[in-house]
């Protein structure tokens, strides 16, 4: 169901990617799609947020507040999870101050990483991200970009036992990666795997995802956007008007429903330091979403620009 919302109304007016109807805006007011974490009797709203380069801000209020406006709409719109990490530069503790000064009854997920060598190193960075992030307990912790995979995941699960961590996982963000990725999954339990899958970047649905749904394992997708290089191919490019059968409006909003349509995806993690990005990226969340022969031609559709 549809409903006008004043707040969304006037951010809809200077957004990109609202409803649009007879010259108004209005605002998709349905729940959040939710995916299961297997194994588990919790559930993640599809749509979170990504921290990289974004988040790397000094305490400056000029830069701090629209990442505090993301935060809210982030929140505001039913999502939850926020992915950073230690080699983001100043982002975990940006993530860290601004979720602790959140005046909000919605509840954030945090996910970080360790990227390090050896255990004292890991331990050494994983204190100081706990600091930093200004918790006592961390959602989810990956090993980053599979460094010394093996030691990680063994302190991770240490930590795990402890009460610290509740969920464990590895990340990668290339696809020459991914044959290692199906190497550690096979190998090692973990409870999540963060990679790289887009529209224009399917390499992941002929193994890792399906991989996945196999196993019982969480996935995260990173770099849904590759970057911003997606949004670069469509500029000036208008979407096409199938796109609303499935309640698309706007660009964003087409690559993230792709994957969102994907069954074994449990969370996706766009990055913007932008409120209206973030309004626009939750909207992706709700309502309809493709079928397999729209996912089909929206790929075609892309592909051929
Ligand atoms: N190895 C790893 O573990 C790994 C590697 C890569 C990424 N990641 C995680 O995945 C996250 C996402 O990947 P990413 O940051 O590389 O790139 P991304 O999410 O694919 O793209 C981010 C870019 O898209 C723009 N954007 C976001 N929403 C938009 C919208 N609705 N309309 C127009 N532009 C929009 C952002 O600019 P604005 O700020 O202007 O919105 C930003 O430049 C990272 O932040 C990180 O948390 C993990």
Same mark, same amino acid.
């Given at each position: ?98 979720? $602790?000064? !959140? ?6 997920? !945090?996910?970080?990483?360790? $990227? ?28 980053? #970009? ?75 997708? #990173? ?49 913007? $330091? ?32």
């Amino acid at each position: 169901m549809f409903r006008l919302n004043r707040r969304e109304f006037i951010a809809g007016t200077i957004a990109t990617g609202l409803l649009k109807t007879g010259g108004l805006t209005l605002a998709d007011d349905r729940p959040m799609l939710h995916r299961s974490i297997p194994g588990s009797a919790e559930e993640l709203p599809i749509i979170g947020l990504g921290t990289a380069r974004v988040f790397n801000v000094d305490a400056s209020p000029g830069l701090r507040a629209p990442l505090k406006a993301v935060l809210k709409e982030l929140l505001d719109g039913g999502g939850s999870v926020i992915d950073t990490a230690p080699s983001y530069g100043m982002a975990e503790g940006v993530v860290g101050d601004l979720v $602790a000064g !959140l005046d909000h009854p919605g509840k954030v997920f !945090l996910a970080t990483k360790v $990227a390090a060598n050896g255990k004292e190193a890991g331990l050494r960075q994983i204190q100081n991200s706990f600091k930093d992030l200004k918790t006592g307990v961390v959602d989810l912790y990956q090993v980053h #970009n599979l460094r010394d995979t093996k030691q990680q995941l063994g302190l991770l699960r240490e930590l795990r036992e402890e009460g610290k961590i509740r969920y464990i996982g590895v990340t990668h963000y290339v696809d020459s990666q991914h044959d290692e990725l199906v190497d550690w999954v096979r190998r090692e339990p973990m409870d999540f795997l963060q990679f790289n899958y887009s529209i224009a970047g399917r390499t992941a649905e002929r193994t890792l995802l399906p991989l996945c749904a196999d196993l019982g394992i969480a996935t995260m997708i #990173n770099r849904p956007f590759q970057r911003g290089r997606l949004f670069r191919g469509v500029k000036g490019k208008a979407l096409p008007e199938w796109a609303a059968d499935f309640d698309c409006h706007s660009w964003g909003q087409f690559f993230l429903k792709y994957i969102a349509a994907h069954p074994a995806v449990t969370s996706i993690i766009p990055a913007t $330091a932008n409120p209206k990005h973030m309004l626009d990226n939750i909207q992706a969340g709700k309502g309809g979403l493709p079928d397999a022969r729209q996912r089909v031609k929206m790929f075609q559709f892309v592909d051929s620009l």
